[in-house]
């Protein structure tokens, strides 16, 4: 079994990719480890151009893995324990490039294996402080805050209330950066329709 979140920025902001995957035989092999960290996923990601900082948005209970990986050439460096630092508040990842590794940071994008939290939480990046409002959609639905999610505005941080796999449950998240917005989603397909109605209405209420 496969599944994939995607997250993309419309904006010259930052772009994300995420992508989740979990197989019946992981999840047989590693039952000890998947109840205590949470799911195994993974997360493609690169440079917020803005800030210089590399997000995660999804929370990590644990990160196993960091690999950059060149766009164009597609040339992979797999980084050691020692080459990077991951902040679950933020979801930062700070990341020092080996000397041999010929790019720098913002030339790569980074394949992030981990552990995620579950139910999901998420920190938003580079969101907008005055256009704050943010789209909150689950299994089609649009999500009640207080009820299905909780969101810290001085963190920005969503928590889910209810059971939220990040592998296989559908989700959407939308929200407003300066340059435009980011939407972080997964398992969107099925529900198509009416993401795509939840996601206008939002982007309406927000002036974008």
Not at 11 to 33: D, G, N, Y
Not at 41 to 54: E, L, S
Not at 185 to 197: A, L, M, P, V
């Amino acid at each position: 079994m496969k599944r994939k979140i995607y997250s993309i920025a419309t904006c010259a902001l930052f772009a994300i990719l995420v992508s989740c995957k979990t197989t019946q035989q992981e999840i047989a092999e590693t039952p000890a480890i998947e109840k205590h960290f949470g799911v195994k996923t993974y997360v493609n990601t690169g440079v917020n151009n803005a800030t210089g900082r590399i997000s995660t948005v999804l929370v990590f209970n644990e990160i196993i893995e960091v690999t950059g990986i060149h766009p164009t050439t597609r040339e992979r460096f797999t980084l050691t324990e020692n080459d990077y630092k991951y902040d679950p508040i933020t979801t930062e990842l700070k990341i020092t490039m080996p000397k041999d590794v010929k790019y720098t940071i913002r030339d790569l994008g980074f394949h992030i294996v981990g552990f995620a939290a579950d139910p999901g939480i998420f920190v938003l990046s580079g969101i907008d402080p005055k256009r704050d409002e943010i789209s909150v959609a689950i299994a089609g639905k649009k999500a009640v805050e207080g009820k299905d999610f909780d969101y810290d505005k001085s963190t920005w941080r969503i928590t889910s209330l209810v059971p939220l796999n990040v592998d296989s449950d559908s989700f959407q998240i939308c929200w407003a950066t300066k340059n435009g917005n980011v939407t972080f989603s997964n398992d969107t397909q099925k529900f198509r329709d009416q993401y795509i109605k939840i996601y206008a209405e939002w982007v309406k209420s927000v002036g974008l």
